[in-house]
């Protein structure tokens, strides 16, 4: 057994691919969490050894004193703040008054000051402001965290007397009375103050948890799928330990990789952030911390970041074996591949879409996502409602977490020891091909290019994929009437009202609508003086009241008019284009909807994978590939036919899912198509003058063009690895992943990777000069052209392979034989 097991490990080891992943994951997971700490706390890491030094000067203290101490030197610290920036900036009458307030009322603060260093460093008072700031919040926590717990019961009761919570038999009644004796525990444990920022945002930080999965999901194909592609599972299974210890030893080789893949990820993290931020006391419990207020567990910080740890190691086995039993018990890769989706798309949904108090609660934390959530689970208090009782949220989920792994491992071993070795096909499928058989003859088609297509679509379950994008474009597809609020209300009625060029009747009317703002609130002091002098009567004022009233309302909508204005006078100006006046409610649906474009991206990459990953591989896991090359139309009638079907498909499922952007425009005021799309602010930069129509189109062509080159990096990539499942996971997450990673904001991999083709939008609103799109376009052309050559030289059997085998039987015995 355990020579099974090291078999099965030394398989994975061998894998070159899976390391040069994992290293180039690691690195991008340490990297991508750096820099969002350094952009959004990069002024308190930069005096972090400052901040410690407080830190350790007042930790010595009693907390009472410690706090008032720290108060009083934050107060001081302000005072010397208001007198320094006085001297620095003597012209300013609110500075110059606050000096002087505090040079008269506590002339001892301004001693002190004429004595501190600070006196002549301004940055060094900026910093420690900071920073005792930042001590005197903790403090205030500590102290507020007191109030807090022994108030718990007496919201309780508070509760309890509304009429609404006092039914004994019901979910709520419980949970109140459960509440109170679960925080009992917590009134007594000692406090003490300590920087939470390293441990806070390591537990909240999600991108280790998608690389996780990624790396998970390439262990489980390369465990479980790669013998059934090789055609090696028939003679696994017919030895004499080739079911259940083969299966126990893959079980065991997938968990222990999974906990170091996690491990690794997850340490990884750790370890930046102990560098940048520290722990501090690691014996402190996390209640000292404000973020951690309503946790109930009594816990350390070390104890919570090894709960932390193993909390993610567990969910991330179970995730390996969630996948590894959809693998085992679904042997066409493609059809795997969309369960997959399907069951973590559906789970995403119930995790985020379902409110905690709905009746389907449960599905929303017995969930793998909730499970990957281990800063819900230890550091919020929450009991979840099992059959009308409380029951604590961590417990509930620890024990659902557990079971779901043994279920799940009992499962995978039993569908591998009963699954049949040869692929029988789903039923259906069967008849299909009788009928065919029959009406349609057993010849087949003798055209290359339709024999081919039909290859794509079914032999490759393209029609899948094909359904999947037809399906999420009527969804897309939204029927129901646009809502608009006040503002959007009225900044419409402006547009209908000022539509077109920007003329001179145009000007004067915004000019003429601003000076009615602008002296709006001297006309209504106006309307008041004349009413109190009796100069008009009581309906009068009324009406003059309504129509302020009615013309502030306007204010915002005016103002989003009024940069519309500024905008086009400027264009005018400089660049002697006269611009219109577009609905900027509709360009933003249409141009800015970025979470759309994401999900669209990530859907478009997944789908384009799904239809070219089985065009070449399905020649290579039949061994038919030397056979085809040998025919007369075998190499480059082939190899280009083969393109041109990727292209086909590549621009089915764009169109279908582009198409339902323009549908949902129904809803939204009509844009001006003709109209310089300069006229747009955030295309001002536009170096090309054309119409918003021609901008549109400029941007869909290149679209098009874009997709093609990732047809061909798709197809270069399914003939360098040979292998449609490989395909599959190297594809999604070279395209896919981009996308996501953008999605969660990580702004700048958009030019380092294909997005920039789904976003062309946003290439023209940040840079406008057309050379950097040139520039762009030319780079992922040389990479197209460049991936097209390599697909040819490997499909001419001069192998670049990236440590995959070959699998070409009939070349091999041919070389054999000369």
């Known amino acids: 057994m355990m020579k099974l097991i090291a078999y099965e490990m030394l398989k994975i080891l061998r894998k070159r691919l899976l390391w040069v992943l994992l290293f180039v994951l690691v690195l991008s997971n340490g990297w991508m969490y750096y820099q969002q700490q350094m952009k959004g706390q990069d002024y308190l ?207 065991i080789a997938l968990i222990g990789m999974t906990v170091l893949i996690a491990a690794l990820f997850y340490g990884t993290i750790l370890f930046i952030a102990g560098r940048i931020y520290g722990f501090g006391d690691l014996s402190r419990y996390i209640q ?39 693998f085992i018990a679904i042997r066409h890769v493609g059809k795997a591949y969309v369960v997959v989706g399907l069951c973590l798309g559906c789970g995403y949904i119930a995790y985020k879409s379902i409110h905690p108090l709905s009746p389907l609660g449960l599905l929303k934390y017995i969930n793998l996502f909730a499970y990957f959530d281990t800063f819900g689970l230890l550091g919020l208090y929450q009991n979840l409602n099992l059959l009308g009782y409380p029951v604590n949220r961590f417990w509930l989920s620890l024990a659902s977490l557990t079971s779901f ?93 000022l539509s077109g060029p920007l003329d001179q009747e145009k000007a004067a009317y915004i000019e003429q609508e601003k000076a009615r703002h602008d002296d709006m609130g001297s006309v209504r002091l106006q309307n008041e003086v004349a009413f109190q002098n009796g100069e008009i009567t009581l309906e009068q004022y009324n009406q003059k009241s309504s129509e302020l009233d009615e013309l502030n309302l306007k204010k915002i909508a005016f103002n989003k008019i009024y940069q519309q204005y500024s905008h086009l006078v400027q264009l005018q100006e400089s660049r002697d284009i006269t611009g219109s006046f577009l609905n900027e409610l509709t360009s933003e649906e249409l141009f800015d909807n970025r979470f759309r474009d994401s999900i669209v991206g990530i859907v478009y990459m997944v789908l384009l994978t799904l239809l070219l990953s089985p065009l070449f591989p399905n020649e290579y896991r039949t061994g038919m590939i030397a056979v085809v090359r040998s025919t007369r139309k075998g190499r480059w009638k082939l190899f280009v036919y083969k393109h041109l079907i990727g292209y086909l498909l590549a621009i089915v499922v764009l169109l279908a899912l582009i198409i339902p ?39 869909n062509v290149l679209l098009l063009w874009g997709s093609v080159i990732i047809v061909h990096f798709v197809l270069m990539i399914s003939v360098l690895l040979k292998r449609q499942s490989l395909t599959l996971f190297a594809a999604t997450a070279l395209t896919a992943i981009p996308v996501f ?76 034989a000369l």
């Open 45 to 251: 890491i930069g005096h972090m050894e400052r901040y410690y030094e407080l830190e350790r000067e007042f930790s010595r203290m009693p907390n009472e004193k410690a706090y008032a101490q720290v108060n009083q030197l934050n107060q001081e610290l302000i005072s010397f703040g208001q007198l320094l920036y006085a001297q620095l900036r003597p012209d300013n009458p609110e500075l110059r008054q606050s000096s002087e307030q505090i040079q008269r009322d506590s002339p001892e603060i301004v001693k002190k000051f004429e004595e501190s260093p600070y006196r002549e460093d301004a940055d060094r008072l900026r910093r420690d402001t900071f920073l005792v700031d930042l001590l005197l919040r903790q403090y205030k926590s500590l102290d507020a965290y007191r109030d807090y717990i022994n108030g718990i019961q007496e919201k309780a009761d508070e509760m309890l007397s509304v009429s609404i919570f006092y039914e004994k038999d019901s979910f709520s009644y419980r949970n109140i009375m459960k509440t109170p004796t679960d925080f009992d525990h917590l009134k007594s444990i000692p406090l003490d103050i300590g920087l939470e920022n390293g441990i806070v945002t390591v537990t909240q930080y999600k991108p280790s948890d998608l690389m996780t999965g990624i790396m998970i999901f390439l262990l489980c194909v390369y465990l479980f799928v790669q013998e059934r592609e090789r055609g090696l599972l028939r003679i696994i299974r017919t030895n004499r330990k080739g079911r259940l210890p083969t299966a126990l030893a893959k079980v």
């Open 288 to 326: 000292s911390m404000p973020t951690f207020k309503y946790a109930n567990m009594q816990l350390s910080v070390l104890q919570y970041l090894m709960a932390f740890v193993g909390l993610k190691m567990l969910a991330a086995v179970l995730l390996s074996l969630v996948l590894a039993v959809l």
């Open 741 to 816: 990673i953008q999605g969660v904001g990580v702004e700048g991999i958009r030019t380092l990777s294909f997005n920039n083709i789904l976003f062309l939008n946003m290439q023209f609103s940040e840079s406008g000069p057309m050379i950097s799109v040139l520039l762009y376009y030319s780079v992922i052309t040389v990479i197209g052209l460049l991936a097209g050559w390599i697909t040819w030289q490997c499909y001419n059997g001069k192998s670049l392979a990236l440590g995959v085998k070959s699998n070409e039987p009939f070349r091999q015995s041919g070389q054999q």
């Open 661 to 699: 952007r323009y549908i949902n425009l129904d809803g939204y005021s009509q844009l001006l198509w003709h109209a310089p799309v300069q006229s747009l602010q955030r295309f001002a930069n536009v170096e090309i003058n054309m119409s918003l129509l021609g901008f549109v189109l400029l941007t």
């Open 405 to 497: 792994v043994v279920i799940l491992l009992l499962l995978a071993l039993a569908l591998y020891i009963r699954q049949d070795a040869a692929d029988s096909g789903f039923w259906l499928a069967r008849y299909w091909t009788k009928w065919k058989e029959q009406v349609a003859g057993a010849r087949g088609t003798s055209r290359l290019f339709i024999h081919e297509t039909l290859k794509a679509l079914f032999t490759g379950k393209g029609y899948l994929a094909l359904a999947a994008a037809l399906v999420f474009s009527v969804y897309m597809i939204d029927p129901s009437e646009v809502r608009f609020g006040q503002d959007d209300h009225y900044y419409n009625s402006y547009i209908r009202e």
